[in-house]
């Protein structure tokens, strides 16, 4: 059974950074793609980023290019989402989502398994 928990979110000024990670259980060895997305009140689920476990390909919403970076943890079967130069738009609940194979887009339905969330605020 494929588990995911998320950390490291939190409060912070616009312009600032803040990391989050998350933790896979569950997930055997292999192709599996774990990836990102945020979602806003109101709003439906977006893609951030997403990761391929064995190469280490990413992809990046056209939005978050640039400021965030995606990466594999020193953990085993664990991901960092590094968000620099956040603002208020960037508040959110940030997920961790998993799939055995990455998906050719970012899409939410695209992802079997998902974490509870880690809530993002940025204040102006």
């Known amino acids: 059974q494929v588990q995911l928990v998320e950390s490291g979110g939190g409060s912070v000024q616009a312009g600032g950074s803040l990391s989050l990670s998350c933790q896979a259980s569950?997930?055997?060895?292999?192709?599996?793609?774990m990836g990102w997305f945020r979602q806003t009140p109101g709003k439906e689920r977006d893609g951030v980023a997403k990761i391929n476990t064995e190469d280490g390909t990413t992809y990046y919403a056209d939005s978050f290019q640039g400021r965030f970076t995606i990466s594999q943890g020193n953990g085993q079967n664990t991901i960092v989402l590094q968000m620099n130069t956040l603002s208020p738009e960037d508040t959110g609940m940030y997920y961790c989502?998993?799939?055995?194979?990455?998906?050719?887009?970012?899409?939410?339905?695209?992802?079997?398994?998902w974490g509870q969330g880690t809530q993002v605020t940025v204040s102006a």
């Open positions: 989502a998993a799939e055995r194979y990455c998906p050719f887009y970012l899409k939410p339905g695209d992802f079997h398994y």
């Open positions: 569950g997930i055997t060895r292999g192709n599996w793609c």
